[in-house]
């Protein structure tokens, strides 16, 4: 890469301690309990809060079937979900903070992780229905600063950003198969800019996830669909050409696990929409300028030689280590020459090689 975006790191070939966080999970006190992270990130050298949901949970019944009534108070949307489908959680579940990604990317697909605080309630209904509604604010940059977040660059939503998702999982006996939609609108202050307005975003998912598990192996498969529409009136005052674009993420992904150690992955993304030439500036090839798009596949293995309950130190040390190599067949609008200065998709595929220890 060029060195400017990696330093102190070296253009390639570089070893980094990536992350280490502290997690607590589990009860508070009575039916209140949280998942939460702080993470030591090795490549910016910085610590700060990570994902964080506190939730109130009870459960009874309604009709003869049970039901989980709860509220949820978290800092990224979809962190809270429970399928492996949404942006939070989908895979690939750990990548290399060196290797370059492409530029553009759905509101609801990080960019507001960490920087945002949300009160929403949801249901589950006879283990088979969920239903969440949810609203985001943004921390202001004060708050962010004193969790460790960088507030410069950052944008801000503008009064309250509702989430909602809804999902159905019927189970026959080693199956299940989720069908859900999840969707997010905000009004965005770019870069925190007053005086010029607000961008209005629409994001709205489709997603879907089967599973088949026995003692022997887990296979599970996954797939999501986002659509976005974005409504630029402020953002064409300050780096849009357009006043209006869409966006499109799709991602998918096929995993076999064999006798809890042998894991293999595959996955596929494809990202597209409205060309934009001074929103999507890295994109510079003159025959796809301002244009976002950007596909590829993904390939993991790993070994985790201790989840089947023979760890040292069971149940406190498992670890897992792998090899996971990307392969892009665009990359931020073209598969050749896409920066306008001869630099090809392919240049930035990676190979990662990992361990991850969980004590």
Do not use: C
């Not at 990570?50 to 989980?68: E, L, P, Q």
């Not at 510079?284 to 300028?289: F, G, I, M, Q, R």
Request: hydrophobic fraction near 40%; avoid cysteine.
């Amino acid at each position: 890469q060029d060195p400017a975006d990696v330093a102190p790191f070296n253009t390639n070939d570089n070893f980094a301690i990536q992350q280490a966080s502290l997690f607590y999970g589990g009860k508070i006190v009575g039916d209140l309990g949280a998942f939460a992270q702080a993470t030591y990130n090795g490549i910016s050298n910085k610590v700060s809060w990570d994902n964080t949901d506190v939730r109130w949970a009870k459960s009874g019944s309604i009709g003869g079937k049970d039901i989980i009534v709860g509220l949820t108070v978290n800092n990224n949307p979809t962190v809270q979900d429970v399928w492996n489908t949404v942006p939070a959680w989908r895979f690939p579940y750990i990548t290399s903070g060196l290797a370059p990604t492409p530029s553009a990317a759905t509101l609801i697909e990080g960019a507001f992780s960490q920087q945002v605080i949300s009160a929403g309630a949801y249901a589950y209904y006879n283990n088979l229905i969920y239903a969440e509604f949810s609203g985001y604010g943004s921390l202001s940059p004060n708050a962010l600063h004193d969790l460790g977040v960088d507030p410069n660059g950052t944008s801000a939503i503008s009064g309250v950003a509702p989430y909602a998702r809804f999902a159905i999982e019927p189970a026959w006996g080693d199956n299940t198969l989720e069908l859900g939609a999840f969707g997010m609108m905000a009004n965005v202050v770019p870069q925190r800019t007053a005086g010029i307005g607000t961008d209005r975003y629409t994001d709205v998912g489709l997603d879907t996830q089967y599973q088949n598990i026995n003692d022997v192996r887990a296979i599970t498969l996954r797939a999501s669909y986002i659509h976005e529409d974005q409504q630029l009136g402020a953002s064409q005052v300050l780096f849009s050409s357009n006043g209006a674009n869409t966006l499109n993420s799709f991602n998918a992904s096929a995993s076999m696990i064999w006798h809890h150690m042998y894991s293999v992955t595959f996955g596929y993304f494809n990202l597209w929409g409205s060309p934009d030439a001074t929103l999507y500036s890295n994109s510079l090839n003159p025959a796809a300028l301002g244009n976002p798009n950007s596909d590829g596949v993904v390939l993991d293995l790993a070994w985790l030689p201790w989840s089947d309950g023979n760890s040292p130190l069971w149940p406190g040390f498992n670890a897992r280590f792998g090899i996971q190599a990307t392969a892009y067949g665009k990359f931020d609008g073209a598969r050749v020459n896409y920066n306008g200065a001869g630099t090809n998709a392919s240049d930035n595929n990676s190979v990662f090689l990992y361990a991850w220890l969980a004590l």
